[in-house]
């Protein structure tokens, strides 16, 4: 897939998030990478078999104070060839996958923790 067909993904995933949400997301930027840096590869521990799909970095709004301004954007990365490889090239597969990890990412930005994120996510989308 390419880096375009692939952006176009990611803008439906985007949209895809109820306005109510898509209209409080503040201080935030979403950007493609091919794939994750050195560093955070094989991120899983014991789950060796995990890839790193997507990341937020940054401060959720949950944690936001008085004091917060003048700082940099948050960060999402949705991560390309880990989402196409997961999702076995089916260019269905990669656009639902795409679409739960965007939702994923921005569920951060909003201070959803992981474990809760998953809890919710096994409902939304019924993984």
């Given amino acids: ?9 990611v803008s439906e995933g985007i949209r895809a998030i109820p306005k109510k949400f898509r209209d409080k997301l503040d201080n935030v930027d979403i950007v493609i990478e091919e794939s994750p840096p050195k560093s955070l590869r094989d991120f899983g521990g014991d ?8 990341l937020y970095q940054g401060v959720p709004r949950t944690k936001r104070t008085t004091f917060y301004s003048g700082v940099l954007p948050d960060k999402i ?11 076995g090239g089916s260019k269905e597969k990669i656009r639902q996958l795409v679409k739960r990890v965007v939702w994923h990412e921005i569920a951060h930005h909003f201070g959803i923790g992981e474990s809760q994120v998953r809890k919710i996510e096994t409902k939304k989308f019924k993984i």
């Fill in 1 to 9: 897939m390419t880096r375009a067909q692939f952006e176009v993904l």
């Fill in 47 to 54: 789950h060796k078999n995990l890839s790193l799909l997507g």
């Fill in 77 to 87: 990365t949705i991560f390309q060839k880990p989402i196409e490889k997961k999702a």
